[in-house]
């Protein structure tokens, strides 16, 4: 066989090679080539880095292998499979922070068998490249000249070159959406802590961090009332309520106030407007043993002003009630969310309690009876 | 030599410096326009984009792209051409100066512009693509969730000038043309010329023939 037979069977093969490469895309082809060309699968595979792939249909491919999946000829991606799920597919960059929106399958092409370092195959196919130039250079010229004018030459070798890049570097599928995480933040809850004092406001924190608290306000109807906050933990902000907070809302009978905080984040700033509800209610009053028990349900503390106790007695001959004494006691308070036992000396048969206190501008009064027995 | 050839190759010389002057621009130009940004980025997103390189920062920290990876790869034939470009000026034009036969230097010429008509329509998609991509660098992140008005910036992507405007098509495109047509017009020329030098050879050794008798 002839120097230029050779020569040119060669050049038909790099064309026919580089054609199927292209090809592949369009059409079903055993095998498959590719450039890393981007760092969504850092460090498995770095941009440069060539890829041999065969056909699904020849190799299958699972969860955790690493597959070549085009939405068209132009667009193809090349990352690892996280889930299987009927005909859908997920996958996911190793570098990227999320999974890729699920594909069809359908979509999947090829399974990457092998992967050949840039640093492999660039050097060894410029150095085999030099090689054949060098030692073929006298035939290649004539070859040259015999093949065709200086112009097509140089035609031919960029074409070449454009085809070659076209064929093995596909635009990926993605832009900008999976590679960045955008911060974001919700809220979770907002509870005010026992007995009052304190609201603790939680998050849900996205590529964020609760740098510092600017400022804070409470604002009870008209009134807006400074207040301290701090941060506990990295995703929520306890709020120190100023003790006026509920005596402004308990005097002008609200059920509701808002807490405004302006946190500073490392990436910004949040302004967050949060209403809490409060639900007043009266003393809660039971008796057990000879004591009487009230628990006040308030943030606030309520003030008992009158307490009178009447003895009883019951005369078994005339069969009647007599009431044998009555004692007013001192008045008291009782402590937001706390209870408090007023102990009844035990005289006669039984006796009955009567307490009154102010409650939203209204004076209540209630009894309760206490058996000695 | 006759009048007309005499024209010829007075036009043609014209022709060489002139086209050979204009590859070597235009090759400059196209090394510009892949390595020098074409757009910067401001805001949440800082950095600048290129076709063949990108540096973005989100936050200050490095985020990578791949389809600015995919432009890179692809733009590598735009800059092997326009290197082509000015070497093929530079060697043609040291070829004419120095009074050496510059007819290949000619071919080198017209076979850059035959590529650079190829790689035209690559180059205009490429472009293309990195301004569609830029385009999504255009974030506000302010947002209004549940916990309230969160304010975390914007970015904006800016053109740079004046690669911007030497992107643009209406730019593009006639100078790649510009070329084609010259290249042309001196490969003609040249082929006009080394034809006439041929017959006026062959005229010359047949009158040989003829008085000479041999």
Redesign the interface.
């Known amino acids: 066989m002839s120097y230029k037979s050779t020569h040119l069977i060669t050049m038909a093969v790099v064309i026919s090679f580089l054609t199927l490469i292209l090809l592949s895309r369009f059409t079903y082809f055993p095998l498959n080539f590719s450039?890393v060309?981007?760092?969504?699968m850092y460090p498995t595979m770095k941009?440069g880095d060539l890829l041999v792939s065969l056909h699904k249909d020849i190799v299958g491919y699972d969860v955790g292998d690493v597959v070549v999946w085009c939405s068209n000829p132009t667009y193809c991606t090349v990352h690892r499979v996280v889930e299987l799920s009927g005909s859908q597919v997920v996958t996911k960059g190793d570098n990227n922070p999320s999974e890729d929106p699920p594909i069809p399958e359908s979509y999947v092409r090829y399974r990457v068998v092998l992967i050949i370092p840039l640093i492999a195959w660039l050097p060894a196919c410029l150095a085999c490249m030099s090689l054949y130039l060098i030692k073929e250079r006298e035939k290649l010229l004539r070859l040259a000249r015999g093949f065709g004018?200086?112009?097509?030459?140089?035609?031919f070798v960029?074409?070449i070159?454009?085809l070659a890049?076209?064929a093995?570097?596909?635009?990926?599928h993605?832009?900008?959406e999976p590679?960045?995480v955008?911060?974001?933040?919700?809220?979770r809850s907002v509870e005010i802590l026992e007995p009052g004092s304190l609201i603790l406001v939680r998050?849900?924190v996205q590529n964020l961090k609760l740098v510092s608290v600017a400022g804070c306000l409470v604002e009870v109807g008209d009134q807006v009332l400074g207040c301290s906050a701090y941060i506990p933990t990295s995703d929520s902000v306890a709020v120190v309520v100023p003790p006026e907070t509920y005596a402004v809302a308990y005097k002008e009978g609200l059920t509701s106030f808002k807490v405004l905080?302006n946190l500073t984040?490392d990436?910004?700033?949040?302004?967050?407007?949060y209403p809490l509800h409060i639900s007043w209610s009266k003393l809660g009053i039971s008796v057990s043993n000879n004591s009487l028990i009230l628990s006040n349900p308030n943030y606030l503390p309520i003030n008992v002003t009158q307490v009178r106790v009447t003895y009883m007695s019951y005369d078994k001959w005339s069969r009647t009630h007599k009431v044998t004494q009555v004692k007013e006691l001192e008045g008291f308070t009782v402590s937001p969310k706390n209870t408090y036992v007023l102990l009844i000396e035990g005289r006669g048969e039984y006796a009955y309690v009567m307490i009154k206190y102010l409650f939203m501008g209204e004076e209540v009064v209630e009894q309760r009876r206490i058996d000695f027995s | 030599m006759s009048r007309e050839e005499l024209i010829l190759v007075k036009r043609l010389r014209k022709l060489v410096t002139l086209t050979s002057t204009y590859s070597i621009f235009l090759g400059i130009y196209v090394i510009y326009l892949v390595a020098t940004p074409a757009y910067y980025v401001d805001g949440v997103i800082k950095g600048y984009v290129a076709l063949t390189y990108h540096k973005l920062l989100f936050y200050d920290t490095p985020v990578r792209y791949d389809t600015f990876f995919c432009l890179s790869f692809l733009s590598l034939s735009i800059l092997i051409l326009g290197t082509y470009l000015v070497l093929a000026g530079a060697l043609t034009h040291y070829l004419f100066f120095s009074g050496r036969d510059f007819s290949t230097g000619v071919k080198w010429l017209f076979g850059g512009a035959l590529s650079s008509l190829a790689s035209l329509g690559l180059a205009l998609a490429l472009i293309s693509k990195l301004t569609t991509t830029t385009a999504l660098l255009n974030l506000n992140l302010n947002q209004v969730t549940s916990a309230g008005i969160l304010y975390l910036g914007a970015s904006s992507v800016f053109p740079t000038y004046p690669t911007w405007y030497l992107l643009s098509p209406l730019v593009l495109i006639p100078a790649i043309l510009t070329y084609v047509i010259l290249a042309t017009v001196t490969y003609l020329h040249e082929a006009l010329v080394e034809e006439l030098r041929l017959a006026r050879q062959s005229l010359f050794r047949e009158i040989k023939y003829r008085i000479v008798g041999s």
């Open positions: 450039l060309s981007g760092y969504s941009p004018d200086v112009e097509m030459i140089v035609f960029l074409t070159i454009n890049l076209v093995l570097v596909p635009l990926h993605f832009t900008t590679t960045l955008k911060p974001s933040m919700s809220l998050y849900g905080v984040l990436k910004g700033f949040l302004v967050g407007s």
